[in-house]
């Protein structure tokens, strides 16, 4: 759940006017809502936190916030997987990528769709490392991780044994799931 307070705050240091910050805060202000189980309807009562389900604005907002978060977590720290690139329209020859000049690297710590977040990295060891800045952050926005909803997917090299790195979260071990690239050469190694 989004924690309202910190949103404002997230919006604030994104730049945005304060006059349409008061107004997104007006839309959230007074929200009453009823709970309705097996027919049965409860007395409708005060929500102060998250966002708006249904509402156009909704997915931005919960974009900045945790976009905000993962500023936050990975401010000072560099795990991720590090990508080269070249813009001066020979993108696709990887000879060109080994010459020093015009060449941008970047590192990638995560990749975001909706409520998804998938954090990149190399060894286990950074995976560690990434999940516990982001238990941090979570912790230091007043969000809860549900640990039955993460997999960690472990893609290695063609030529590497597959051994899927243990990581935990608040001590619990996070479930290993098999990554898509793994499905796929698994499907197309049968059919050889």
């Known amino acids: 759940m989004v924690n309202r307070d910190r949103l404002w705050k997230v919006m604030q240091k994104f730049g945005c006017p304060e006059r349409f910050a008061q107004m997104v805060r007006q839309l959230y202000d007074h929200i009453m809502a009823p709970v309705t189980d097996n027919r049965a309807r409860s007395e409708a009562f ?6 708006k389900q249904g509402s156009v604005s909704a997915p931005i907002h919960f974009s900045l916030m945790f976009f905000a978060m993962l500023m936050d977590a990975y401010r000072d720290k ?18 060109r990528t080994q010459a020093p000049t015009r060449v941008s690297t970047t590192t990638v710590h995560d990749l975001i769709f909706a409520d998804d977040c998938a954090l990149n990295n190399v060894t286990g060891e950074d995976m560690q490392r990434s999940m ?13 991780i549900n640990t039955d909803k993460l997999v960690v997917m472990y893609e290695p090299p ?10 935990c979260v608040n001590g619990a071990q996070i479930k290993n ?14 059919s050889m």
């Open 177 to 190: 799931g098999e990554t898509k690239a793994n499905q796929a050469f698994g499907q197309l190694q049968s």
């Open 132 to 144: 516990n800045l982001f238990v941090a952050v979570c912790v230091n926005f007043g969000l809860t």
């Open 78 to 95: 560099s795990p991720g997987i590090r990508i080269a690139n070249r813009t001066d329209g020979q993108l696709l020859n990887s000879w």
């Open 46 to 51: 005060s929500v102060t936190s998250g966002v």
């Open 158 to 167: 063609p030529s590497a044994k597959c051994n899927a790195p243990r990581i």
